[in-house]
Structure formats: C-alpha cells, structure tokens
C-alpha cells in the first residue's frame, strides 16, 4: 500500500514492525515491535509444525521485545497489540486456510559451537 508524499498514515499503520534476529550464541530468536506509546500490552503468538506459543513481550526504550528458543525451520508469527492481531509488514506474509495473515520466518541452526584453543 503506497501513500502519497504528505498523505498521513493509517491509524493501524502506527506500529512499525521490524523483523526478528537469530542469535547464534544463545539459541534464541529475538522478535521486536517499534511502536506508539498506545500499546498496553504487546504478545507474540506464534507456531511450527512442533506446536504453538504465546508469548508475552516486555516493554524496554526501543520497544516492545522478546527472545524465545524456536525450532529450526519455517515458523508463522503475528503480534497481538492490545487484543488486536497485527502481521509483520517487514517479513513474509502467508495466510492460513481460514484466511488468517501471519508473518513468515526462516529460523536457522538454533546454536554456533566453538571448541576452545588452548592459549600459547
């Protein structure tokens, strides 16, 4: 959806989404939501084909973020704000057979090993 220079937003369109990140060292994926001092209460759902999560996230100076261990492979999230489900406009969108929108994320080797050098 393209907007005209000086035409305003759309008042959903006050929550700006960017994409999660996959951190190597931990295992974990991050997932963050930039947005409006509005939100009360920001929840992350999510599922893969090992099953479903929801997700409280926890509001810190650059937003709403949380970090959850997920399974390597695709994996479908949206964010509930205040009650309201909201897709991830930054990543892929699929809808499911009930016509529901959610975001898509490719989540990669869940971990990086290292073997320690002995110091010379």
């Known amino acids: 959806m393209f907007r005209k220079h000086g035409q305003a937003l759309k008042p959903d369109s006050c929550f700006k989404c960017r994409m999660y990140r996959n951190d190597t060292l931990t295992g974990e994926t ?3 939501l930039e947005s ?3 939100a009360r209460e920001v929840v992350l ?3 893969s084909e090992n099953g479903q999560m929801r997700v409280p ?3 810190e100076a650059r937003g709403w973020v949380t ?3 997920v399974d390597q492979g695709w994996f479908f999230y949206r964010f509930c704000i ?3 489900a909201r897709w991830d406009r930054t990543a892929g969108k699929v809808r499911t ?4 929108a959610w975001s898509l994320a490719l ?5 990086i090993t290292a073997t320690l050098c002995p110091a010379r």
């Open 97 to 100: 057979a009930d016509g529901t």
């Open 30 to 32: 991050e997932f963050a």
């Open 67 to 69: 970090r959850v261990a």
């Open 36 to 38: 409006g001092d509005g």
């Open 57 to 59: 996230m926890r509001r």
């Open 107 to 111: 989540i990669h080797a869940s971990r």
């Open 82 to 84: 205040d009650g309201r």
């Open 45 to 47: 759902e999510g599922f």
